[in-house]
């Protein structure tokens, strides 16, 4: 099968782009046409501080993704680290610099307990990760007493919500975009330029020829949880700071990530995944839904979309996959 | 007799496996028991109460059983949820208090299931995209167009169609009897067809399958054809029992999740290709019967969502434990 495309007439082809910018680019074009002011920065910085969270998020997930499970659990993750933000702070300014960390460390426990769930318990990461995900929301509920109090303070909001001033050539830059680029850049390398990455891969691949070629599948599995869990935490921090305290805060984020992923050409059931594409799916998600809310689209119909979009992106995945033989 | 000698002894051993749902549903009544007498509620141990407790869970094990067949594929249906809201306000508006128009409403509600089912089979199986994404997508897509035309309850049911939820034969509400109907014919099929092992075929090894000629495409249809045809039958319930459909019913009872859990819980398995209906029922068992233990109880309902997730977790991990296969 691999012999028909021979190597040269391969090398001579230009490098393959992953068809998620061609959308994301489009995507982007429409937006300015519906709406000039968007080359302005506060038109596209507004942009990327809004799609910072799911940006993150969808870093993360595209670990557990190409390790070949699935992580629902992040979404109520998010309401839980809202929720216990504003419960541990306690209007207190000066307590944001314990509560982070605090938050940090929940979210790697999460993802740790998961990943002990999936590799010792050997229960499907879909079941796992979902059974997480409801005593997440029971615990950010019973935490709250059902309606969560208070606010979160501004040193706590200054990463969701601060703008970092006086910056050449863009005049302005939000704060969630640097901690969005620092995050991706690290998970980035960390996936492609590091043996954790390659294990991630070929555990997502072949299990079993990974563990016969010396991969500690175990410890990997539950690093890629982790880093899930880690993602989670910090979206939630995020989106603390712009969204602000209620229980429903991260209600459909998993899935919105593992979407984000998807579009980014990760392959569910493992084996292939992107950190900077899943970033691309993200920014592409998050614009759909700017375009929507332009054309004054309601809520149902964004819906809608969103699932057409879903399907078809996988479908056109499928088919290049088919063609291309791999 | 004499057919006893003939046959060679069977495996060997106690097939942990196969009896895992039993085990775990004893356990779960034991509990029942024990926290009822605990408490001093012994009111709660009757046969009628029994009943009811069972007939709380009617929509969900009708949901569970059509989700066995996908699941058993290896494939997974999440759109069941919002196919369930779509199919009660299709009945009740279709009806709309009229006992006339309960056969078209019924015919309605079936043919929307099937139609569902269908596209779903087909994107699975044609278009090759996953079918977490695909049911995904349909969830949203039916979602999507079901709130953009009722935010509210829409049409009547009938009284007479209110039967289907509230009629009794003997002790025996007639959802319940329906239920035990549909399971009966479920295992039939799984148990006493060609369908059914084509099924349990394609599930174990879909490549196999398709090298010893079977169809794999047409089964992984078909199986989603019957769970979406199951969760329209849910639909028809919810509708009867609440009397008129709204569009947040399916999602409410977050029929996708648990019916798939329930599955699992009963040991199919996820991967597909083992499991089968009276496992599922034995899910369902468990889960209405965890839910009474937390009323009788009195456990605080956020406390409640805790416990449940451990135990759903705790209940697949029973078994899966002792797999040395590495899940997905």
Redesign the interface.
Known sequence: MTDRTDAPRDKRRLPQINPVWFLLAALIVAIIFMNPGFVEPTGYMNFLKRAAPLAILAAGQVYVITSGGFDLSVGSLITLVVVGSSMLTNNDPTATYWVIPVMLGIGLGVGLVNGLVVCVLRVPSLIATLGMMITLNGLAFLWSGGAPRGYLPDTFRFFGRELIRDVPLVRFIPVSVIVLIVVVGLLAWLMHRTNLGRHVHAIGDNPIAARLAGVAVNRVRITAFMISGLSGALAGILLGGFAGVSTDVGTGYELQAITAAVLGGAQLLGGRGSVPAAVGGALALTAIFTLLNFLGLPQPVRQVVQGLILIAAVALAMHRRKQTGT | MSIAEDTPPRKAGFRFERWAPLILLGGAFAIYVVVAVATGQTQYLTFENLIAILSRSIALGITAIGQTFVILVAS?DLSVASLISATAVLASVVMDGSPAMIVPAVLAALVLGGVVGLTNGV?VSG????P???T??????I??????FVSNFAGEVPVEFQIFAYGEVGPFPVALLFLTAMAVIGWAVLKYTKFGSDMYAVGGNDEAARFAGIKTGRIVVLSHVICSVCAAIAGLYLASRLRSGAPWIGSDGVYD?ES??VV?IGGTV??GGRGGIWGTMAGMLIFSLIDSVFNIAGV?S?????????I??AA??FY????K????
């Not at chain 2, 995904?136 to 897509?141: N, P």
Request: net charge positive; aromatic share 2%.
């Open positions: 997974i994107v278009l090759k995209v996953n977490l994404i695909a995904l997508g349909m969830s949203l897509i979602q999507g167009a079901l709130s953009a999740l798939i859990a699992v996820l991967a605080d956020f406390a409640k969502q805790v416990l449940r997730g451990i759903i977790v697949v991990a899966a434990i002792r797999s296969r590495i899940v997905a």
